[in-house]
C-alpha cells in the first residue's frame, strides 16, 4: 500500500507544470507562438494596465492603450533581446511609451483648442513677443537636457515628465533605487548648472 502511495506522489509531482518566465514565453512569441502570447498577456496584462493608468486616469482610454501595447509585443516580438533587460521591462518600457505618448496627444488637442480660443479672443498683450519667449525657453531647456548623459537624461524625463516614482523607475529599468536617485540627482544639479540657474 505505502509503494502505490509513493508511486501516485511521485506521478502527481511530476505533472505538475513548471514556472514559465515571461522572458521565455516572449521568445516563444517571437516565433508566432500564441499560447504563448496568451499566458504572456495573462501574465503582464496587470501590470501594464495599472502602469497604464497610472498616467492616463481614464480607465478606457487605458483599457485601448494595453491593447495596442500587446499588439506591438506580438508584432515586435522578434525585436526583444535577453541580453538588454527582461521581456516585464521590455513590455512596461513599450507602455510607457505609448501612454505619454497618448498624453501627448490628448495635450496637444487641448493646447490647439486653447490657441484657437486665445486666437480668437482680442488679448491686451504681444502675443509674438510671448511665443517667442516661450520658444527659446523651451530651446534652453531642450539643450540643456541634451548635455546631460543618457542615464541622467532618461531618469530627469522619467520622473519629471513621466510622473514615476523612484520605485517604479527602478523595477523599468532594472537598477536599483540608489542607483535612480544619484542619477536623478546628478541630473537635475547639472541642468540647473546648464540653464544658469542659481540657488
Aim: aromatic share 6%; proline share 2%.
Amino acid at each position: 500500500m505505502l509503494a502505490i502511495v509513493e508511486r501516485d506522489t511521485d506521478s502527481w509531482s511530476s505533472t505538475e507544470p513548471a514556472p514559465v518566465s515571461a522572458d521565455s514565453l516572449l521568445l516563444r512569441v517571437a516565433q508566432g507562438d500564441q499560447q504563448a502570447f496568451s499566458d504572456l498577456y495573462d501574465e503582464l496584462s496587470g501590470r501594464v494596465l495599472g502602469l497604464i493608468t497610472r498616467l492616463l486616469k481614464d480607465r478606457a482610454q487605458s483599457e485601448e492603450v494595453t491593447q495596442e501595447v500587446f499588439l506591438e509585443v506580438w508584432q515586435q516580438a522578434a525585436k526583444f533581446d535577453t541580453a538588454r533587460g527582461s521581456a516585464a521591462s521590455w513590455v512596461l518600457t513599450m507602455a510607457h511609451r505609448r501612454a505619454v505618448d497618448r498624453v501627448r496627444a490628448a495635450q496637444a488637442s487641448r493646447d490647439r483648442d486653447t490657441r484657437i480660443g486665445i486666437r480668437d479672443f482680442e488679448s491686451g498683450f504681444d502675443q509674438v513677443s510671448e511665443s517667442v519667449e516661450i520658444r527659446i525657453e523651451h530651446e534652453r531647456v531642450s539643450r540643456a537636457l541634451g548635455r546631460l548623459t543618457e542615464f541622467q537624461r532618461q531618469a530627469v524625463q522619467m520622473s519629471y515628465y513621466g510622473g514615476y516614482s523612484h520605485s517604479e523607475m527602478a523595477e523599468m529599468l532594472g537598477v536599483p533605487i540608489g542607483t535612480v536617485k544619484t542619477r536623478l540627482r546628478d541630473g537635475m544639479i547639472r541642468l540647473r548648472d546648464e540653464m544658469g540657474v542659481t540657488s
